[in-house]
């Protein structure tokens, strides 16, 4: 079995930063990618980046520019770390780590709020 522990989520200003961390821990045979989702109150779970093969990396068009993913493999960790918050970034974020057998874990979740 595979756990995924999110940290780094909070309330932050607009225009503030933010990095959230995620750890893989148990069993892990094989990761083909980790990414990092986001779900606003209301609105479906959206992917907001991806790194593929810990190199390859992929981002939602509303944040390209703005965030980060990168990923320790030694550590199974994956990191977000998010520039210019706005507030439209507000949601729970959540963590996911899918095997070469297509298997997907998820996070617990870490809410980050972008107010004034």
């Known amino acids: 079995q595979v756990q995924l522990v999110e940290s780094g989520g909070g309330l932050v200003q607009p225009g503030g930063s933010l990095r959230l961390s995620c750890a893989a821990s148990?069993?892990?045979?094989?990761?083909?990618?980790m990414g990092w989702h986001r779900q606003a109150p209301g609105k479906q779970r959206e992917l907001v980046a991806t790194?593929?093969?810990?190199?390859?990396?992929a981002y939602a068009d509303s944040v390209k520019g703005r965030f980060t993913i990168s990923r320790d493999n030694a550590k199974n960790t994956v990191y977000l770390q998010m520039n210019s918050l706005k507030p439209e970034d507000t949601a729970v974020y959540y963590c996911?780590?899918?095997?070469?057998?297509?298997?997907?874990?998820w996070g617990q979740g870490t809410q980050v709020t972008v107010t004034s």
């Open positions: 996911s780590l899918t095997t070469r057998g297509s298997n997907r874990y």
């Open positions: 148990g069993t892990i045979y094989s990761i083909s990618a």
């Open positions: 790194i593929i093969d810990g190199t390859n990396t």
